[in-house]
């Protein structure tokens, strides 16, 4: 089997310390938070960052920090979201691309998201794309409902997105696609071929879709941004021991587990 691309979603726009203290936030706790994923396992980090009070930014500065605390002592592929959190204007999610990453979240589409929705229209989706083209940062596809799917494909038509494809199959975000076995895969089977994808399930589902993405040849991204027990109960005390827990499940399934060199092949990313 192909080597699992495990991604280590570290933060987060929405949490807070109240729901969990183990949340990393500053600029530093960031940065180790992600170094320790890879360290466990994973290839990928997915990135938002918080300013000196804790809330989500979209400050490139403050990117730029992370990347080059992290970048200073891994190879990791670094993504950083462009999703920001509900309520960020436009021009302030194409900030983070100025910290030059490796690649950078992109929803192609717009999502109710609780009780709020989360605003993806066409033209915005299709500059963002086009920003991530310019400076060669090679967009991840996320995929929060079916018609998605499908979006980022017409991205892929028009020139915007280059094969080859990633995508992230975002399920169990409320108004969102439901994290059911027979929802991840109606999506998976939608790939188009030659596309890699990833399934990222909320809370509880975590695990069990990451189990699902790992026997199909799939990939899996796990992380406080999406879930922040280890098991019920039980809080993770750290992103490192969320990727341990993936890591461990995908060798008693035989799947190897890619290194961020071996998931840069993958992804086709120069580094
Ligand atoms: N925080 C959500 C509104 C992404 O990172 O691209 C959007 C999000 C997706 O987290
Ligand atoms: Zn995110």
Avoid at 57 to 81: A, G
Avoid at 203 to 226: S, Y
Wanted: negative net charge; charged residues 25%.
């Amino acid at each position: 089997m192909n080597p699992l691309i495990l991604t280590c979603a570290v933060v987060g726009a929405e949490l807070t310390r109240e729901q969990t203290p183990y949340l990393p936030l500053s600029p530093e706790e960031i940065a180790d938070s992600a170094i320790e994923a890879a360290e466990a396992g994973a290839a990928m980090v997915h990135l938002h960052v918080r300013d000196s009070q804790g809330r989500p930014t979209c400050d490139e500065k403050v990117f730029s920090e992370v990347l080059e605390k992290i970048r200073h002592r891994s190879d990791v592929i670094i993504q950083v979201s462009t999703g920001g959190a509900i309520g960020d204007t436009e021009v302030d999610r194409f900030r983070p691309l100025e910290a030059a990453p490796d690649m950078a979240s992109l929803t192609t589409g717009s999502v109710n998201f609780g009780s709020e929705v989360f605003f993806n229209p066409r033209p915005f989706v299709e500059s963002l794309a086009k920003a991530m083209l310019e400076k060669g940062i090679k967009p991840e596809l996320e995929v929060f409902d079916a018609a998605m799917l499908e979006n980022g494909m017409a991205l892929a038509a028009k020139g915007l997105v280059l094969p080859p494809l990633h995508f992230d199959l975002v399920l169990g975000v409320p108004g969102g696609i439901a994290a059911t076995e027979r929802n991840l895969r109606f999506l998976a089977e939608g790939i188009p071929s030659g596309a890699t994808w990833s399934v990222a399930a909320v809370g509880r589902h975590q695990f069990p879709m990451a189990e699902l993405a790992i026997k199909w040849g799939g990939h899996a991204r796990v992380g406080m941004e999406d879930n922040i027990f280890l098991e019920k109960g039980v809080l993770a005390k750290s992103n490192a021991e969320l990727v341990a827990k993936a890591v461990k499940m995908a060798r008693e399934l035989g799947r190897p587990i890619a290194t961020p060199a071996q998931a840069r092949n993958l992804l086709q990313i120069k580094k």
